[in-house]
């Protein structure tokens, strides 16, 4: 955000997706207590693959977006031309375009989503896949705007940490050198078509959305509430049988082999049994020993 700022002399943001706790986006959010409301005057979001809706937001910032940031794929697959789209109407309004790549780098492609679907956006952030979990990060972009550096101030208690780029290299040397990727993409297509299958055979509206990379399950309900108990009890049973899934979504690993899929698969389909009891008796929170989980905000 600074290096936009910097390099446009500009301070409104647009963006689209999850970016983190920092201040300038978690004004946006229900959990913004202790940021100054001020700060909401120079971020506006616009809608995922919807063109207009951006235009829109770019007309109504008129000559002050620094940049239009977003992720470029999570759950929703892109439409044809969106991506292109966006980095044009971006730059036609004088804003740079930032992908945040912290979930699709070293995901959808060694190069994040910008390799997979052939955009490449001004700046980028990666995270996460890049050093193996340990915690590292980047900033990387053209090189006109990474000489604002020389300028802009960045600081942290773990700058000097050698150990994260130790694991950065070898988690490198381990994506050139293993058909990672490949096999990220199978394990995940493993998982969605056994869950599709479990689920179809105990009879529960359930799916497994999203890119085989990062896959979501959903519980198909007209009422949210009843959506969000039934999620609740099916985290519950699939607990119990050793297996902790994020309600938002999950990452698959390299680690993961058949041998983890498959339980994992059975840990599901003894859950979906459950969860389909409930949904026949209507009994649903009782079945339920703690509380149901919460969202503070929606992520995905």
């Known amino acids: 955000m600074r290096v936009a700022r910097a390099a446009t002399g500009r301070d409104v943001l647009l963006f689209a997706g999850y970016h983190g706790w920092h201040s300038w986006f978690a004004v946006t959010t229900p959990r913004s207590k202790g940021i100054p409301k001020d700060f909401s005057r120079l971020i506006a979001p616009f809608d995922y693959n919807d063109l207009g809706s951006l235009e829109r937001a770019l007309d109504e910032h ?35 375009l930032i992908f945040d790549e912290i979930v699709s780098g070293f995901r959808w492609a060694v190069g994040g989503a910008q390799e997979y679907f052939g955009v490449v956006p001004d700046l980028a952030v990666f995270g996460k896949g890049m050093a193996n979990g340990l915690p590292l990060a980047a900033v990387v972009g053209r090189a006109d705007l990474m000489a604002e550096f020389e300028e802009i101030f960045v600081s942290s208690t773990f700058g000097g940490d050698t150990l994260a780029l130790a694991a950065c290299l070898a988690t490198l040397q381990e994506y050139g050198a293993r058909p990672v990727i490949e096999h990220l993409w199978r394990m995940g297509r493993r998982f969605q078509e056994g869950f599709a299958a479990a689920a179809a055979r105990r009879g529960v509206p359930a799916r497994a959305i999203g890119y085989p990379v990062h896959p979501k399950i959903v519980f198909d309900h007209p009422s949210p509430e009843t959506a969000r108990l039934v999620m609740s009890l099916f985290l519950q049973e699939t607990a119990r049988r050793g297996v902790i899934f994020h309600f938002a979504g999950f990452n698959v690993s390299f680690s993961h082999a058949d041998a983890d899929v498959d339980p994992t698969l059975h840990a ?23 509380k149901p989980y919460t969202e503070a905000f929606r992520r995905s």
């Open 62 to 96: 008129h000559g002050r977006v620094a940049a239009v940031i977003m992720e470029p794929v999570l759950l929703e697959a892109p439409a044809p031309g969106f991506l292109a789209g966006v980095k044009a109407a971006a730059h036609r309004h004088g804003a740079l």
């Open 268 to 290: 599901c389909d003894e859950a979906l049994r459950v969860v389909a009891d409930a949904l026949d008796d209507g009994r649903i929170a009782e079945r339920l020993e703690g």
